[in-house]
């Protein structure tokens, strides 16, 4: 099943605006991961922010993490061509029940970026 | 450094077959895991394998079966294939589980004709 649910699930812009895609979760978590997929390909990992974080960046990429609310959001500022690819929200829940020790991945936000 | 490894990168099987999918970690890296990516979809967790113990599981029927050699390396079994199996199969490794960074591989696309 999924649990995390990306917003929107396709998104395009204008090379140099930015970005922002949001996820929502369902349980309580430790962490939270961002990825990156081109052309169905393998993933990238972006960034990771544990539950007792509420902001982190790297580089052009800011992400916020509100556990009140379970969600979970992704800024890319100055967007570019290379950038264009789908992300995915996935989070390492708190309490595994039922032996499952993965991560849970949401379904993706596609990103285009136009030239 | 090389990253996480995956063979073969295509697959085709018809149903019925079998299929085993294999992977190699990065060096250092004692956990594995598996997921299954439908077209559209994003990635469903199959297996976690941890100093060669299952630690985790997830909701797939006992046709897929793995299991992590000395060496950290990992193979995937599908047996009696379903069209529903085609899919694209990644492995991630990490030093020891779902706390931390995964890195995954370049997956293996399966087509179950």
């Known amino acids: 099943s999924q649990q995390g649910e990306e917003d929107p699930q396709a998104l395009s812009i204008q090379e140099g605006e930015n970005a922002t895609m949001n996820c929502s979760y369902k349980t309580s978590i430790n962490n939270l991961q961002w990825y990156r997929q081109n052309s169905g390909r393998g993933l990238v990992h972006l960034i990771l922010i544990r539950s007792n974080e509420r902001e982190k960046h790297s580089g052009r990429l800011r992400v916020t993490l509100d556990t009140s609310k379970k969600s979970s959001s992704l800024l890319i500022t100055a967007s570019r061509a290379a950038d264009t690819a789908s992300y995915f929200c996935?989070?390492?829940?708190?309490?595994?029940?039922?032996?499952?020790?993965?991560?849970?991945f949401g379904k993706g936000t596609h990103l285009i970026i136009q030239p | 450094d090389a990253g996480v490894t995956q063979s073969p990168t295509h697959l085709i099987k018809t149903r019925g077959q079998h299929v085993t999918l294999r992977c190699s970690p990065i060096?250092?890296?004692?956990?594995v895991s598996w997921y299954q990516q439908v077209l559209g979809q994003g990635p469903q967790f199959i297996f976690q394998y941890y100093e060669k113990e299952e630690r985790g599981r997830g909701n797939f029927p006992d046709r897929f079966s793995a299991r992590q050699f000395p060496n950290y390396s990992s193979e995937l079994n599908v047996n009696a294939l379903l069209l529903g199996d085609s899919a694209l199969y990644l492995c991630?490794?990490?030093?020891?589980?779902?706390?931390?960074?995964?890195?995954f591989g370049p997956g293996t696309r399966l087509l179950v004709l």
């Open positions: 060096s250092g890296h004692k956990s």
């Open positions: 996935a989070t390492a829940e708190m309490y595994s029940g039922g032996g499952a020790d993965g991560l849970t």
């Open positions: 991630a490794s990490s030093w020891a589980g779902r706390q931390e960074t995964q890195y």
